[in-house]
């Protein structure tokens, strides 16, 4: 079972930046993607970024393609989503996942999921 850690969100300002970390422990090689997913209030979970541990391979989604960007310290065990410019329709809850997805937007591929943590972004 992998454990995930979330930290990073908080209040933005629109054109902001944030960068959200996701420490994970207890990872296996089954375990090769980790994924970024978000919920806002009233919608349904929606698929952010991903990457392959093994390929270090990130894929996007589209809310923050072109401006979010994923990242892997192996050093750290930590999976890194630096957001740029950010607007207001990004405000919501920020899940990271692991498992052993295929296909890497899939949330129903992730065997472990982290509490959240909230990004606000103001206009």
């Known amino acids: 079972q992998v454990r995930l850690v979330e930290s990073g969100g908080g209040l933005v300002q629109a054109g902001g930046s944030l960068r959200l970390s996701c420490a994970a422990s207890?990872?296996?090689?089954?375990?090769?993607?980790v994924g970024w997913f978000r919920q806002a209030p009233g919608k349904e979970r929606e698929f952010v970024a991903a990457?392959?541990?093994?390929?270090?391979?990130?894929y996007y989604g589209a809310p923050g393609m072109g401006r979010f960007t994923i990242t892997i310290d192996y050093a750290k065990n930590t999976v890194y989503l630096r957001m740029g410019s950010l607007k207001p329709e990004d405000t919501a809850v920020y899940y990271c996942?692991?498992?052993?997805?295929?296909?890497?937007?899939?949330?129903?591929?992730?065997?472990?999921w982290g509490q959240g943590t909230q990004v606000t972004v103001s206009s």
């Open positions: 207890g990872r296996t090689d089954g375990d090769n993607a």
């Open positions: 996942a692991a498992g052993a997805a295929e296909i890497l937007w899939n949330m129903r591929e992730y065997n472990d």
């Open positions: 990457i392959r541990w093994r390929s270090n391979s990130p």
